[in-house]
């Protein structure tokens, strides 16, 4: 925390420079606003520094790099996945360990940082709604389960992963620092009961669309794709009560035809200024402990870690440890 940013800048720059054994390398990520805010934070400048092009390529398709990996044609080089997946492919042994001789850890949230991950950016689901759409939004987890109160179609994460079955169980009353270990059967009554009115997204993109145009007007939305979607012009209400945390994560793939670039292009992505670029970008909060003080205040206190009064934070390790068997029965229940 005592070292100045122009110390950490330079030490960033180092990591990132030197001879390039690669003309190109290929970034993955989410696409929509957000993987456009990590361009041109972090692909460009990284371009502009090393002469290194970065593809950019996606969505992340976890399939898809399970299939690259096993079939040894691995074509991502660095890819933007949810922490509690980092978590377990780095124990499956799907990822490549993280060079922290080129990327330089000392300054990152230690609770985003193994072996094979470092975070990417840091946020929260909180509930969303386009409020020129309907006649009152929902505030709580409680309200967006209330389809008398709140009628009409809203919209969740359609995959298997931390989110949902927190906000879930929080609406039907489960105290924050009782959610673990997660009681499935509760969470998929509750569900139950909204389960005809859930248009669910699949992607952030497709989040801010279904808001956008009403055809879900409110629902479970990362905070970011609010943001973005509240600079676009749409009168937006977010509500922070009980924001779900978690954090994306920085992976390289095993196999990745171009390491020694991803480690360069993590060493920078990590980097305080461009860690404070995404987060004045997305909304997103930054993972570099140095960030902060490189924005501007006000932009700063909206963040999600500015959001701490009622927030909850997801159980990576517990995801993690049991992401399979929830999938298994998530799938399962999405399709009855």
Known sequence: MKTTFAVAAVAAFVAVSGPAHADNMVFSSWGGTTQDAQKAAWASPFTEKTGITVVQDGPTDYGKLKAMVEAGQVTWDVVDVEGDYAAQAGKNGQLEKLDFSVIDKSKLDPRFVTDYSVGSFYYSFV????????????????????????????????????????????ADGVAADKLYPLDLDRAFKKLDTIKSDIVWWSGGAQSQQLLASAEAPFGSIWNGRM?????????????????????????????SPNVEAAMKFIAMATAAEPQ?????????????????????????????????????NADMNYWADNRDAIGEKWYAWQAK
């Open 127 to 170: 509930i969303g709604c386009n409020a020129d759409a309907v006649s009152a939004c929902p505030k709580t987890w409680a309200d967006l389960f209330d389809t008398v109160k709140f009628p009409g179609k809203r919209t969740f994460y359609k995959w298997s992963a931390p989110g949902v079955i927190e906000a879930a169980l929080l």
């Open 276 to 312: 404070a670029a995404l987060a004045k970008a997305t909304g997103y909060a930054p993972i570099n402990v140095d960030s902060a003080k490189l924005m501007d205040p006000e932009t700063a206190k909206t963040l999600p870690d500015q959001q701490t009064a009622s927030q909850v």
């Open 227 to 255: 943001t973005a979607l509240a600079a676009s012009g749409i009168k937006t209400e977010t509500s922070w009560e009980q924001n779900i945390t978690a954090a994306d994560s920085l992976v390289v793939p095993k196999g």
